[in-house]
Nanobody, 121 residues
Framework: QVEVVESGGGLVQAGGSLRLSCATS????????VAWFRQAPGKEREFVAG?????YYADSVKGRFTISRDNTKNTVYLQMNSLKPEDTALYYC?????????????????WGQGTQVTVSS
């Protein structure tokens, strides 16, 4: 049973920073692809950042967000800087057994429950 648990969300002012964490268990993490997605109310879930073979980012967060992973701790992080109100969403961590640079939700088998990020103007 694969477990995925996000943490680190919260309320921050525009221009501020947050660091999200995603802890996984139940499988060998080092061979997996990992990604962060987000979903705002009334909108579809969208790709934010991922690490399959290399880190990669959505254009909307490039230069502001950084994804990293610690395979010894089975944990992936998302450092978010220069936050904007439009970054407000529920952020999800996703894991795939197939190592690839996937940007679609259907490419990931395991998901967490999400952590809320709210950016005030």
């Amino acid at each position: 049973q694969v477990e995925v648990v996000e943490s680190g969300g919260g309320l921050v002012q525009a221009g501020g920073s947050l660091r999200l964490s995603c802890a996984t268990s139940g499988r060998t993490f080092s061979n997996d692809a990992v990604a962060w997605f987000r979903q705002a109310p009334g909108k579809e879930r969208e790709f934010v950042a991922g690490w399959g073979w290399t880190p990669y980012y959505a254009d909307s967060v490039k230069g502001r967000f950084t994804i990293s992973r610690d395979n010894t701790k089975n944990t992936v992080y998302l450092q978010m800087n220069s936050l904007k109100p439009e970054d407000t969403a529920l952020y999800y961590c996703a894991i795939s057994r197939t190592r690839r640079n996937g940007v679609h939700p259907y490419e990931y088998e395991n998901w967490g429950q999400g952590t809320q990020v709210t950016v005030s103007s």
